[in-house]
């Protein structure tokens, strides 16, 4: 265990799946890679943050699209369920008539 690297670890906005992961990295990689990871630190934090906003962005696209989908979706049964009541309505008026 690096102290260096778990007091950088505990001062981010990391969550414990990261924190685990880095770890993991951290103690297969070796020596001249470790002092890698301590010297570029806040970097690899930094990219970490951005691809986790970029893929709540996403997220949020996605699940817009989604609720579109659906709504649409009950809309077009909506009217489908209409037009058929509508019509056996009219076909019930015409026999009385």
């Known amino acids: ?8 670890l505990l001062n981010n906005f990391l969550d414990d799946k990261d ?5 993991q990295i ?7 890679k470790k002092q890698n990871i301590l010297k570029n630190f806040d970097k690899m934090i930094q ?5 986790k906003e970029e893929l709540r ?3 949020e696209i996605l699940l817009g699209k989604a609720i579109s989908n659906i709504e649409t979706a009950i809309k ?6 209409i037009k058929k009541a509508s019509k056996y ?8 008539i």
């Open 26 to 32: 951290f103690n297969i990689v070796d020596d001249e």
């Open 1 to 8: 265990m690096n102290v260096l690297l778990e007091k950088m």
């Open 76 to 81: 077009n049964a909506r009217n489908s369920w």
């Open 19 to 23: 924190r685990y992961e880095i770890r």
């Open 57 to 59: 962005e996403q997220q």
């Open 47 to 51: 990219a970490i943050i951005k691809v």
């Open 89 to 96: 309505s009219i076909s019930q008026l015409k026999q009385i």
